[in-house]
Structures are given as structure tokens and as C-alpha cells.
């Protein structure tokens, strides 16, 4: 076969996949609509949107330069996620989230996360790991002031790392929402805590996390994130007496 036959050849076979390739691909308007919802998402996370917070469609619109249909399917799915509600003649409204129904969303983390090493795990690589000890750098360096945005972004950089190595997409979804749920709950409940005590144990579940990457363990990575989630339970349940 000569190489000009072999090339069409590979041209004929590369151009379809190519050709799926690009129809899969991320459109502008999706790309969009996800840069936005993540951002109203870790808003509402850090307590920039506390429970209760009215979001105006048209304040967001006029913030991202849209048009309100785009701001209003990302409340709509936030709505989904439990994040928001809808109520008639108010608007879309920050939802609350109390003390027992924390509870009740870690113990399903829980259990999610014994089964989440088990179905498709993503190995980790050094660049993985190397952020986490970056996360891990910074953890430490708030424990002698109290910094909640900090404090929220590193608690969602953290499960953005461990969610990346989930393989079983509708698992990785369902965790991530149930993560979100939550995180604002722990932001408004640090305060009342010992901080030094909730930092030291946050630091010590990234390093736990970092030593199951460099072994590859990825069973023992999310057994790492059930444990941990097991003692804050635990230790909320000390402070608050549930």
C-alpha cells in the first residue's frame, strides 16, 4: 500500500471521529451557562447568598450581561439541587437547611462514598497530588484566624479533587449535589466550634486524602472521605447535643 493510499485512509477513518468529536464539544452558550451557575452556586456556598437572599433575574442578568432566560434556567437547575426555591409573588429564595437534615445528607454521603471507589475510579497523577498539597499549605496557614470564604473554598477544592476521580458520572453528580447541599450548613456552624480543633481535622483528612494518591489507593481515598465525614458528625453531634 503505497502512502498516499494509506494517508486517505486515515483521513477517511479520523475525519468522522473529528467530525463527533467537535459535535460534542462544549457550545459558547453552554460553556456560559455553566461559568454562571458555578458562580452563583459558590456564591450561595460562601454565604455570599445567605438562606433567605433574594436573586433577581434581572440584577443577574445585568451582573453577566445576559438576557434573563439563560439566568433563569440556572436558577431552575439550582432549584433542582436544592439550593433555591421558587416561591410565587417573592421571587427565587436562598432555601435553608437545618441541623437534622445535615445530618441525615452526610449519613448518604457516607454511604455514597463507600461505594464511590468501587465503580470506575479515575486514578490520581502527580499533578493531583500537588495540588492537593497546595490545598493542604493553605488549610494550615488559617488556623490561627478564623477565615469562612477561605475556609469554603478550600472545602470545595477539596471534594472537586476527590469527585475528579469518581468515573461513574450519575455517582459523581449525586455526590457533588449532596456536597453542595451542605457545605453552606458547616460555614454557618464553624463559627459556634472550635475553630483550631475543625481546621487540625480538616488538615489532617487532606493529608490522609494526599497519602491514599500517592499510594493509589482510591479505595481507601473515598473510605478517607467517609471516615472524615463520620467524625464531624460525630463531633457536631458533641456541640449541639443531637
Not at 458555578?38 to 433567605?52: A, K, M, S
Not at 494550615?140 to 469562612?148: A, E, F, G, V, W
Request: hydrophobic share 40%.
Amino acid at each position: 500500500m503505497t502512502d498516499l493510499k494509506l494517508a486517505d485512509q486515515l483521513e477517511d477513518t479520523i475525519n468522522p471521529l473529528v467530525e463527533r468529536r467537535q459535535r460534542t464539544l462544549p457550545t459558547p452558550a453552554r460553556v456560559r451557562f455553566e461559568r454562571i451557575y458555578n458562580e452563583i452556586r459558590d456564591r450561595i456556598c460562601l454565604l455570599r447568598y445567605p438562606p433567605g437572599h433574594t436573586l433577581g433575574e434581572s440584577e443577574l442578568a445585568r451582573e453577566f450581561g445576559i438576557s434573563r432566560t439563560p439566568i433563569r434556567r440556572v436558577l431552575q437547575r439550582l432549584e433542582y439541587e436544592g439550593l433555591v426555591e421558587s416561591r410565587q409573588g417573592i421571587g427565587t429564595i436562598v432555601t435553608l437547611i437545618d441541623l437534622e437534615e445535615l445530618l441525615e445528607i452526610d449519613a448518604l454521603r457516607m454511604k455514597l462514598a463507600e461505594i464511590s471507589g468501587e465503580l470506575t475510579p479515575l486514578p490520581r497523577d502527580r499533578a493531583d497530588i500537588d495540588r492537593m498539597k497546595q490545598l493542604l499549605e493553605r488549610c494550615r496557614m488559617i488556623r490561627s484566624r478564623l477565615d469562612l470564604e477561605e475556609f469554603g473554598r478550600l472545602n470545595i477544592a477539596v471534594q472537586k479533587e476527590i469527585s475528579g476521580s469518581i468515573g461513574n458520572l450519575p455517582l459523581r453528580d449525586i455526590s457533588d449535589r449532596l456536597f453542595y447541599q451542605t457545605a453552606r450548613m458547616w460555614l454557618q456552624l464553624l463559627p459556634l466550634m472550635n475553630w483550631p480543633e475543625e481546621i487540625d481535622s480538616f488538615s489532617n483528612e487532606i493529608a490522609d486524602l494526599i497519602r491514599a494518591m500517592e499510594l493509589n489507593d482510591l479505595s481507601s481515598l473515598h473510605f478517607v472521605r467517609r471516615n472524615h465525614i463520620s467524625m464531624s458528625r460525630l463531633r457536631m453531634k458533641g456541640y449541639f447535643g443531637h
